[in-house]
């Protein structure tokens, strides 16, 4: 597509529920990554996807969160359990090549999660 | 983990005015990149910096890539309400498998009276 998809944009569920939320990168686009944005903080580094396979998966805060990428396309991020803390915007991201110098990542929209 | 910070925090400036904001970090970093954020919306690149002392602009504005390679700076010129919103310095810690990840700094939140 034309841009980088999320969905759901919010979703409010209950603590202890699990919630999936998914990305749809720019066609094309070989790396995707995850981030966080918790209010008033920058972002956090969740999760990065070279193709399918996830190089550097080590800003996941627990065993709660995953993700995976299939088809070298969309991605889901999946949190079991949900807490109040994990409340914040999704945001993801997709880039030509992570591995050259194009930094050049363009961002979804996000979802903002809320957890009550 | 690797910081990013980035000062001031906030700031409340009148429409015309120039505005000012830094980044350091204790790492050295081979690329600086400025993001702009819209309420509700993901960060849009404004200004990517590749080389130490690298002095870059895109219309109003201006950043720079520190010598030291562990700080940035953004200047905006002549501010205008469309400015509104957060932004964000950032940088890839070029190593092994991290390549591709960015660290940001906290944001600065940007008011523009009119």
């Given amino acids: 597509g034309a841009g980088v998809s999320q969905s759901p944009s919010n979703k409010v569920t209950e603590k202890g529920k699990d919630v999936e939320l998914r990305c749809d990168p720019i066609s094309g686009h070989t790396a995707l990554y995850w981030y966080r944005q918790s209010l008033g903080q920058g972002l956090e580094f969740l999760i990065y996807f070279q193709g399918n396979s996830a190089p550097d998966k080590s800003g996941l805060p627990s065993d709660r969160f995953s993700a995976e990428r299939t088809g070298g396309s969309v991605s889901t991020l999946t949190i079991q359990r949900t807490q109040q803390e994990d409340s914040a915007v999704y945001l993801c991201a997709s880039s030509l090549d992570g591995w050259s110098r194009n930094y050049g990542y363009t961002f979804g929209s996000g979802t903002r999660l809320t957890v009550v | ?114």
């Fill in chain 2, 1 to 114: 983990g690797q910081q990013l910070n980035q000062s001031p925090q906030s700031m409340f400036i009148q429409e015309g005015e120039d505005v000012s904001m830094n980044c350091t970090s204790s790492s050295i970093f081979n690329t600086w990149l400025w993001y702009k954020q819209d309420p509700g919306e993901g960060p849009v690149l404004l200004i990517a910096l590749y080389k130490a002392g690298e002095l870059t602009s895109n219309g109003r504005l201006t950043a720079q890539f520190g010598i030291t390679r562990k700080d940035s700076f953004l200047n905006i010129s002549a501010s205008i309400p469309s400015d509104v919103g957060i932004y964000f310095c950032a940088g890839p810690l070029d190593r092994g498998s991290t390549l591709g990840r960015l660290y940001f700094g906290r944001g600065t939140q940007l008011t523009v009276w009119p």
